[in-house]
């Protein structure tokens, strides 16, 4: 009987639950979902979901970024930034593409740009 070798490739996503609050800079190298509250600024070489309870205020650098739940500061996505319905997003933007829902709240200027944000 020959054994078998299977390799999982699992994707690691990093959660800040609900209730969870973090005051101070986080860089991750894989993808980051925030539910909670975060005050500093993050930056992460994978995807960032911003939950309909998720808060950051920071400036925030990933590749790119899904956001149902508000933000206030400096935003940098290298690829697509989606900004939901539910969202609240105050301060500048740099990305290379663009989708806002009707609903979202955007108040800053925004930069469309085919170079790498990061």
Same mark, same amino acid.
């Given at each position: 009987?020959?054994? =078998? ?24 190298? #894989?993808?980051?979902?925030?539910? #909670? =509250? ?29 956001? &149902?739940?508000?933000?206030? #500061?400096?935003?940098?996505? &290298? =690829?697509?930034?989606?900004?939901? &319905?539910?969202?609240?997003?105050? #301060? ?22 085919? =170079?790498?944000?990061?």
């Amino acid at each position: 009987m020959a054994k =078998e070798n299977n390799v999982i490739n699992l994707q690691v996503i990093n959660l800040i639950a609900k209730g969870t609050q973090i005051t101070g800079d986080l860089t991750s190298d #894989g993808d980051l979902r925030v539910d #909670g =509250e975060i005050t500093g600024n993050l930056e992460t070489k994978g995807r960032l979901v911003i939950g309909a309870s998720g808060k950051i205020e920071g400036e925030i650098r990933c590749k790119s970024s899904e956001i &149902a739940g508000t933000h206030k #500061g400096k935003l940098f996505v &290298a =690829e697509l930034l989606s900004l939901k &319905a539910s969202s609240s997003v105050t #301060g500048d933007i740099v990305t290379g593409k663009l989708s806002i829902e009707p609903g979202a709240y955007f108040a800053g200027t925004c930069t469309m740009s085919d =170079e790498n944000a990061n």
